[in-house]
């Protein structure tokens, strides 16, 4: 049958009738999908037998939220979820008038025969990062540095009320990658390098979904991305993982299987290959790892526009459709050309290539997880949450996982803490720049520069702690700096950049200003304390002896008052290093036990008190100086 025809009888709505009517609730008319004091098992079943094939179809499409010409159109094409890809938000980008979007695309999902509620998914990596205002946390890399997974699941919950206070119900979160190679450009949305970090930080689901879905600002979380993602040659995004089984095993898998055990409700596939072949068409790893082995109950979705890629041709075709959705893929990140996506899938599914069986095994996951999540009961924003978004009560709570995630590499002659009396004279692009210091995934896909949010910079964090903040002097590239000085500041490091955009496959130093601004101010003979806004190590061995302390700082967020808690002393610094730090750029991959001589092990971290190392490094005791490695 032509597609066209074909959309024509879908748009019409004359699809197949649906199967015949089944049982109603207790005789009270109403049908039994709609009684919350049933199973949901039983609820899914009595639901599915009511669907059409069409239905069930539109189930396991997800479009972008700017694709339906209007969100009339969600309930034409019966569609179960829609997105917000990085950045892609409402005008104006408030708290309140993403409720108001989210509820409008609800109304239409309502608003079918069946009214199945729709299911709504954002990145929310670090806060709820779309929305201006929100709260905006240290970066994974960051948390990974503190070791504290209750933090982490604290985390988990606040995010998970800015993210109920828009409406949206579904956070594409926790990234569960393990980076091994600082190349990538998405080394910052991993927890560190070992998988067992990863496997601790799980517990961001639990904070996100509650101990079960459907409590107050319950979130569906998502366990991504599955598998291997961190694992490419070269850290090459998107790349081929090339590994035995048993290292894929060893290393990838150990944080999905917890991520399982805790009950995370969908896991997203990593467009990267394992061993050349494409993830999204892998039914032993989908399907018989994963579903089968791992036991995962929730659904599967892809990953943007990934199916597109199965055939290394550029649009979606349907025997790439087939492959995916018969690898195990239950939910298809489609994103635009949706109508055609449908007609497709429909001949898919009519032809035979596609088995009922596996479309109603789809069905049966996403359904089971909207009923768990409580969306028939309540399809719309619970406005209660709407004030969370960027409150004061969440500010501190990141501004204590800014504190807990500062790495303290270097201290010679103990300069820092700074006195809060000293005169201190603070350079560097990333000083005062909400957008450098929240890195990607910040407002906009990419992030970018400038004060692009609310929130509270390095700098006016220093000032705000300083005893006279007149005595804190900025000057971007350092101009100005004289001998009167007791110390120079130097905030300095990486400009946004979100996935492939972040890929470092040459040098991984400093930026050509940052280089000329510390000169100047080593010119000056002030000592000088280098604070690293990245996200990831970076080659820094050749300057390190310039400098008189070095604090990594991560991609810290919108609470900048948190890296001036440690410069200050009001934090004695316990972040340790999730990653090895290497000597120099040629030894990526480097990681803990490989034998390469970093220039700060896994693990490794100072603190004001003594020297300490971190649980399984081979760091020993150092001098409080930190001296140079
Ligand atoms: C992106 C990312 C994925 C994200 C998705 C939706 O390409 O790979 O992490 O959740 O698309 O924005």
């Known amino acids: 049958m032509r597609v066209s025809i074909l959309l024509a009888t879908i748009v019409s709505g004359c699809a197949l009738a649906p199967s015949p009517a089944t049982a109603t609730a207790g005789g009270t008319g109403k049908p039994a999908y709609r009684d919350a004091s049933l199973p949901v098992a039983q609820r899914v079943e009595d ?11 539109g189930q396991m499409t997800q479009v972008e939220r700017t694709e339906p010409a209007s969100p009339a159109d969600l309930a034409q094409y019966r569609i179960g979820s829609v997105l917000s890809g990085g950045g892609s938000a409402p005008t104006p980008n408030t708290a309140s008038s993403w409720a108001d979007m989210y509820d409008s695309f609800q109304s239409a999902a309502l608003s079918t025969p069946l009214g199945i509620p729709m299911i709504y998914g954002a990145d929310a990596v670090h806060g709820h990062n779309n929305v201006r205002g929100a709260t ?60 067992e970090l990863a496997t601790a930080m799980t517990t961001m689901i639990t904070g996100l979904q509650g101990q079960s879905l459907g409590g107050s600002a319950s979130v569906l979380a998502t366990a991504k991305h599955y598998v291997g ?40 596939v990593s467009y990267s290959s394992w061993n050349g072949a494409r993830m999204h068409g892998s039914h032993y790893l989908i399907t018989d790892v994963l ?63 596609i088995p009922m069986s596996r479309i109603d095994d789809a069905n049966r996951r996403i359904l089971t997880k909207k009923f768990e ?13 709407t004030s969370t978004v960027g409150s004061a009560a969440h500010r501190q709570l990141a501004r204590e996982a800014v504190r807990k995630s500062q790495v303290l590499l270097k201290n010679a002659s ?26 990607g995934w910040s407002i906009t896909w990419q992030g970018a520069g400038g004060a692009i949010t609310e929130g509270t910079t390095v700098l006016q964090g220093m000032r705000a702690a300083a005893s006279d903040p007149s005595r804190v002097v900025y000057d971007r590239y350092g101009v100005g700096i004289d001998g009167s000085y007791d110390a120079a500041v130097a905030v300095v490091g990486e400009r946004p950049y979100a996935e492939f955009e972040g890929d ?41 002896s310039d400098w008189k302390a070095l604090l990594a700082a991560w991609l810290p967020g919108t609470e900048g008052g948190g890296v001036a808690d440690v410069l200050y002393g009001d934090y004695s610094p316990t972040g340790k290093l999730p990653v090895t730090w290497m ?44 001296g140079t490695r």
């Not at 599915?48 to 179809?57: E, N, S």
């Not at 995004?237 to 089984?245: K, V």
């Not at 550029?314 to 298809?332: H, L, Q, Y």
């Not at 300069?415 to 720049?433: I, Y």
């Open 583 to 626: 000597r120099s750029a040629d030894q990526q991959p480097i990681n803990d036990g490989d034998g390469k001589p970093s220039l700060f092990p896994y693990g490794y971290g100072l603190s004001y008190g003594r020297a300490r190392g971190g649980v399984g490094t081979h760091v020993t005791a150092v001098a409080n100086d930190g």
């Open 373 to 385: 999540l409580g969306l028939f009961e309540h399809p719309f924003t619970d406005r209660s949450w």
């Open 291 to 353: 579903k089968k082995e791992l036991g995962f109950k929730g659904f599967v979705v892809s990953d943007w526009a990934a199916i597109d890629q199965l055939d290394g041709q550029k649009d979606f075709t349907g025997a790439e459709i087939s492959t995916a959705i018969n690898a195990g893929i239950d939910m298809a990140m489609v994103p635009y050309e949706y109508p055609r996506f449908i007609g497709l899938l429909r001949e898919e599914v009519a032809a035979g290539r």
């Open 47 to 57: 639901l599915l037998a009511r669907m059409t094939v069409d239905d069930k179809i």
């Open 414 to 439: 103990a300069a820092l803490p700074l006195r809060k009396s000293a005169k201190v004279f603070v350079a560097g692009k990333s000083a005062s720049d909400i957008g450098n210091q929240s890195g």
């Open 136 to 195: 905006l946390f240290p970066h994974n890399i960051g948390l990974g540095a503190t070791r504290d997974p209750a933090l982490v699941r604290r985390i988990g919950r606040a995010t998970a009320e800015e993210v109920s206070g828009t409406g949206v119900d579904w956070d594409f979160a926790p990234c569960l990658c393990v980076a091994r190679n600082d190349r990538w450009g998405r080394t910052y949305e991993s927890f560190g390098e070992k998988p």
């Open 504 to 544: 470092r496959q040459d040098g991984m130093g400093l930026d050509a200003e940052d280089l000329a601004t510390l000169a100047r101010l080593k010119a000056s003979g002030v000592p000088v304390v280098v604070v690293l806004v990245s996200g990831r190590p970076l080659d820094v061995s050749a300057r390190l």
């Open 229 to 268: 993602d961190g694992g490419t040659t070269g850290g090459k995004d998107q790349g081929d993982t090339r590994l035995s089984e048993a290292r894929l095993r060893a290393l990838h898998l150990p944080p999905f299987k917890d991520a399982v055990a805790k009950g995370v409700g969908s896991v997203m």
